[in-house]
């Protein structure tokens, strides 16, 4: 038992500590498993670091290298650009037409909610299996439907042309996450608004525009940032459905760092590779939330009043 | 909102559309998966085979150690995510329910890392495993589950923010211990996110390619992602068998989302407020 005396001591002492124990896991696994290999990775970008033989410090070498000797460098920067730039865009526009539909106050709307969802549960080596076969030029359903159509469609995987924008449509088959994110929040927006906008005569498309768009826009800025930080990442499909090719025409910043890395065994380079794109993302970041001040509209005020009215 | 007939019309048809874009590939890869080999190369290609070849899925299965790949990819997901159960329900309490020192500078440091790409931290990451002897097991999959995410304490740690400060007072007045508060109050009451975490966790792991792809270099240690991939590289030709395996893959993450619907739905909305 404790005495009086020391009872409160113990307690604090306890209440300071305790809650470190609870996070502790995650601190070991933060050191062991993030900074730990961050760090490191710095070190290595600043050696030239093949997987077996001497490594040896060449300070900034391998990113003059990389800025100033290695067209591929510039090359993969750009496909992955190009990528992310019809991407980005298509998939938030998709995603959140989709929304719109899913919010209709239809019969049967739930089923077509699941429908839409769906392909974002599957693995990306299904998604390139199923897409790859779907895209076949010879054999391929895809242009058998389009030739039914009257259009001759192009041969997919084989044309440097139309490669980057067949893994487009094959990473838009997974844009079901961003829809529900998308569709939460639409959701959340108050009937009596659209009431009320209607009474000032106000048709669906108004409404949208002055409404629906202003009230998601954080949404909007959050889906910006998970997408682009995504295609800039992009590796799992381009490594199974076209493996860089047609003349490299896919072959990504991500696929870049990894065969730096695992087929050529340039592991400083990679590494010097691999934190140039994540000084990118983090400028991308700060850009997009920078900006989002001047487009972005916070809602906390009509929060208030929204909770306040479910009360009543 | 009033409905008019002719909007419901187009509605429909703009869902039906979509539906085609979604759901088609699985239908085709189905149809593609039960057909013969003289089918599977005909053209034009055949929408209905005159005999649905349902023992495509056995041979397929038979063919390569599928029933290895399907038992490793299972061990991974069932642990990892007993992983992050725990882990992050651990962390997200301490986060969520005390005042420390240096709090909102490691939460801050937590958020952080969601933004770190992987391509960073793979070399290192390779390198410490295969120092640890663990390149070529299951471990390097397993292990860092147990010492949480970053998104899904980030999930749970919203929920508990929400719980009024009472609850633990009144239990230690009555004097229970620290332990005992997170165990036998918060555990029950955070049932629906963990459940979520859970789903999030089982798609995530078991859908997973590029870390086996790294890890693993044994036929006998991979995961069904990498089973087929591989599968796939060296018999191209072979879309029978692919196909059939591809949809078998498929099965437990859409059985998991079926069954937790709800939960994703529901917890979606609340990670981003």
Request: charged share 15%; hydrophobic share 55%; with cysteine.
């Amino acid at each position: 038992m404790f005495t009086k005396k020391n009872k409160p001591k113990k307690f604090t002492l306890v209440r300071k500590r305790v809650p470190f124990l609870f996070i502790l896991p995650w601190i070991i696994g933060f050191i062991v498993f993030t900074l730990g290999p961050l760090v490191f990775s710095l070190i290595m970008s600043l050696f030239d670091w093949p997987i077996a033989g001497e490594t040896k410090f060449i300070g900034f070498d391998n990113f003059k290298t990389m800025f100033t000797a290695d067209p591929q460098f510039y090359d993969s920067l750009v496909i992955t650009l190009k990528f992310a730039l019809i991407f980005v865009p298509l998939n938030l526009l998709v995603a959140l037409v989709l929304a719109l539909l899913i919010t209709q106050p239809i019969k049967g709307i739930k089923i077509f909610r699941t429908i839409f969802y769906l392909p974002a549960v599957v693995s990306g080596v299904a998604v390139s299996i199923i897409w790859g076969w779907m895209f076949n030029s010879e054999y391929g359903v895809l242009n058998y439907i389009l030739s039914l159509l009257g259009i001759e469609g192009p041969d997919w995987l084989i044309d440097p042309k139309w490669a980057i924008i067949t893994i487009v449509i094959a990473s838009a088959w997974g844009v079901g996450t961003m829809m529900l994110i998308f569709y939460t929040d639409i959701k959340g927006i108050p009937y009596e608004m659209y009431e009320a906008a209607s009474i000032d005569g106000a048709g669906p498309i108004r409404q949208f525009i002055s409404i629906t768009i202003p009230t998601i826009t954080p949404t909007i800025l959050f889906n910006v940032i998970t997408s682009v930080i995504a295609a800039l990442q992009q590796l799992t499909l381009v490594l199974l459905l076209t493996g860089g090719g047609p003349l490299k025409s896919t072959y990504f910043y991500g696929l870049f760092v990894y065969n730096n890395a695992f087929k050529h065994h340039e592991l400083g380079y990679a590494s010097a590779n691999a934190w140039f794109m994540f000084i990118i993302i983090l400028l991308l970041t700060m850009l997009i939330f920078k900006s989002s001040s001047a487009w972005v509209f916070y809602e906390a005020e009509v929060k208030k009043e929204r909770k306040g009215r479910k009360r009543k | 909102m009033k409905i008019t007939r002719k909007h419901k019309i187009i509605v429909y048809s703009i869902l039906v559309l979509f539906s085609l874009y979604f759901l088609f590939p699985f239908i085709w890869a189905f149809i593609t998966a039960i057909k013969s080999e003289a089918e599977v190369f005909s053209f034009p290609p055949k929408f209905v085979p005159d005999v649905p070849l349902l023992s495509n899925f056995i041979d397929a299965w038979n063919s390569q150690p599928f029933g290895t790949y399907f038992k490793n990819s299972m061990i991974v997901t069932v642990l990892t995510t007993i992983g992050q159960l725990i882990s992050c329900s651990l962390v997200a309490y301490g986060f969520a329910r005390y005042d420390f020192k240096y709090k909102n500078i490691l939460f801050m440091l937590l958020l952080s890392t969601m933004m770190i790409p992987w391509d960073v931290t793979m070399i290192p990451l390779y390198m410490e495993f295969n120092m640890f002897g663990w390149i070529n097991t299951l471990k390097p999959l397993i292990v860092p589950a147990f010492f949480g995410s970053a998104y899904n304490i980030f999930l749970l740690r919203q929920f508990l923010m929400n719980i009024p400060k009472d609850l633990e007072n009144a239990a230690r007045i009555d004097g229970a211990n620290e332990f005992q508060i997170f165990y036998k109050i918060f555990l029950p009451i955070m049932k629906a996110p963990l459940t979520l975490i859970a789903v999030l966790n089982i798609i995530l792991v078991w859908n997973d390619y590029l870390g086996p792809l790294i890890y693993l270099n044994d036929q006998s240690k991979y995961t069904m992602a990498l089973g087929l991939a591989s599968f796939q590289g060296v018999h191209e030709l072979q879309i029978i068998p692919i196909m059939a395996m591809t949809l078998v893959m498929i099965i437990p993450p859409v059985i998991v989302f079926a069954f937790a619907q709800k939960y994703i739905v529901e917890g979606i909305s609340g990670s981003i407020k």
